[in-house]
């Protein structure tokens, strides 16, 4: 970890050096508006990149940690960064979370997205309804079914909270492959606006069929452990970028790898967690490069990694 | 839990090591100077099995740290970023219940065992809970404010606590469950968080299997008291 913390950290102050000579780099394309993405259901535009929270958010009373966290919301919101995801499975991240937009005196542009996880239908509503006093939000934008627990009674109440004009947008989530049968069941069969997997540069099963049902269907795509909780980036970070990866605007692992997600174009919003204002600039630096790869580099880059 | 057998331990680690650490740091400042009391009662408790007398004494100081940790640390502290600590606070305090009413029965808990393997791994582990922990932190380069205490942080008295049950008299391994499930749980945990610390409660763990397994078989129950 210590690794990757100094290899970012030396990569941003390069690039505030860049931008301080007025040298040409490719970090100097990760200037303005980062990239957004439609949401298939409506057509409304947001970043490619959001902000996760599991572990990182989660910091319990600590004074001073929250603070850093509500830090890392102002940076990521600073950056043009609008998805902020949680779960009510993440300890006290949603307390930190609005702990955090309180003190930025609640940004308007916040994409606000959480679940419920909860067995049986019946205490959904109690759940997501504390979720909301947590966060501080008049109503989140999504609501997602987290890890299919309970969906076939969560997902109409969902649906009937959406029609009401209580929540804007609906999902269901996995993560690390689980539960793929029953997640394309779904996307194939209810009017579900997000569906939310993981997908990186070394777990790609989502390419196989859910990437293109998502197409298909409309449905939009969030990404969670794009890095694999920070794994990828340490056990990548023990080898040297390759040189080509400057082709694609990357000068660090991080960049690589997020670069890698985002630019499959089924990808709605890929979200890494992190309780770092560098890492949460750099993560956003990445979707404000206008350079993302094709799919013949993309191809290179991943078989660049699992050859590594 | 569907495809349970596709989950790791470190799906269940949910919070940053440095939020775990911070965790003891903020709960030593809050309860401060408690620590100075909880070390001189474990000292004594020490010193007691050493001289195997006063045995209500040590089991009533077990008793009185399993309950301050299971309420101070674990409902209180723990659990504002563990969804288990409140299992953890309630596993907590039945040991304080059994170690109490072990503290009370009529002929009083002994801690004079005799056999040299058991007595001495029990010692070694006592002093390890009560001696050796606070010197943890510093020793694995955190700050002394995060020094794990007995009777203030659960894994020291879990550890003192096994030392000091293989050195009593009586047959009481099922007094042992409880501890031992602590040091195998918070080795996962330590080990999951890539930290070395966990190789204390999981030498604590195995040494305070071997013994009780040893001690068992060589139980004589007509030298109980």
Redesign the interface.
């Known amino acids: 970890m210590a690794r990757a913390v100094v290899d970012r950290r030396a990569v941003l102050a390069g690039v505030a050096a860049g931008l301080a000579l007025g040298l040409p780099s490719n970090a100097r394309a990760q200037t303005g508006a980062p990239i957004t993405r439609k949401i298939p259901s409506s057509g409304e535009a947001i970043p490619v990149v959001g902000l996760g929270s599991?572990?990182?958010f989660?910091?319990?009373?600590?004074p001073a940690?929250r603070d850093a966290c509500a830090e890392v919301m102002r940076a990521f919101f600073a950056a043009g960064g609008r998805m902020i995801d949680c779960s009510p499975?993440?300890?006290?991240s949603q307390d930190v979370i609005g702990h955090g937009l309180r003190k930025l005196g609640s940004p308007a542009s916040l994409f606000s997205a959480d679940k419920v996880w909860i067995s049986g239908g019946a205490r959904g509503p109690a759940q997501i309804e504390t979720s909301r006093r947590r966060w501080d939000v008049p109503r989140f934008d999504l609501l997602q079914v987290h890890?299919?627990l309970s969906w076939e009674e969560h997902l109409p109440a969902l649906l009937r909270m959406k029609a009401d004009g209580r929540v804007r947008y609906v999902g269901v989530t996995t993560s690390?492959?689980?539960?793929h049968r029953d997640i394309e069941r779904i996307m194939a069969s209810q009017p579900i606006d997000f569906v939310q997997v993981t997908y990186n540069i070394l777990d790609r099963d989502v390419e196989a069929r859910i990437l293109p049902l998502a197409r298909e269907r409309g449905i939009g795509v969030i990404v969670n452990r794009p890095f694999r909780?920070g794994v990828l980036i340490r056990q990548a970070g023990r080898h040297r970028l390759p040189a080509w990866a400057a082709e694609i605007g990357c000068s660090s692992w991080a960049q690589f790898l997020l670069k890698f997600v985002i630019a499959h174009p089924d990808v709605t919003c890929a979200i890494p967690a992190t309780?770092n204002v560098a890492h949460v600039q750099e993560n956003i630096g990445v979707a404000r490069s206008g350079i993302l790869p094709d799919a013949a580099m993309r191809r290179r880059m991943a078989e660049y990694v699992e050859a590594l | 839990m569907s495809e349970w057998w596709t989950y790791r331990p470190s799906d269940f680690l949910m919070f940053a090591p440095r939020t775990y650490y911070r965790l003891f740091e903020l709960h030593n400042a809050e309860i401060w100077p408690l620590q100075i009391l909880t070390i001189a009662a474990g000292l004594a408790a020490l010193g007691l099995v050493w001289r195997g007398a006063y045995g209500r004494v040590v089991a009533a100081v077990l008793a009185a740290a399993w309950i301050f940790v299971a309420w101070a640390y674990h409902f209180e502290r723990y659990a504002t970023i563990s969804t288990a600590a409140p299992y953890y606070g309630a596993a907590f305090a039945v040991q304080a219940l059994l170690l109490a009413w072990f503290a009370c029965r009529r002929h009083g808990p002994r801690f004079d065992q005799q056999a040299a393997p058991v007595r001495w791994t029990g010692l070694a582990l006592l002093a390890a809970g009560v001696a050796f922990y606070p010197m943890l932190a510093p020793f694995l380069g955190r700050p002394w404010t995060q020094v794990e205490i007995f009777g203030i942080a659960p894994d020291p008295t879990a550890v003192a606590t096994v030392g000091a049950l293989l050195l009593a008299k009586d047959r009481i391994a099922w007094l042992l469950v409880l501890p031992l499930l602590w040091c195998a749980i918070t080795a996962l945990t330590l080990w999951t968080m890539e930290a070395p610390d966990a190789a204390v409660p999981a030498s604590a763990l195995v040494l305070g299997v071997a013994a009780a397994i040893w001690r068992n078989r060589s139980w004589n129950p007509t030298a109980e008291g």
């Not at chain 1, 989660?58 to 600590?62: L, S």
């Not at chain 1, 690390?176 to 539960?179: A, M, N």
């Open positions: 599991w572990i990182t989660n910091v319990g009373n600590d940690a499975m993440y300890g006290s890890n299919l690390e492959g689980r539960r909780e309780g």
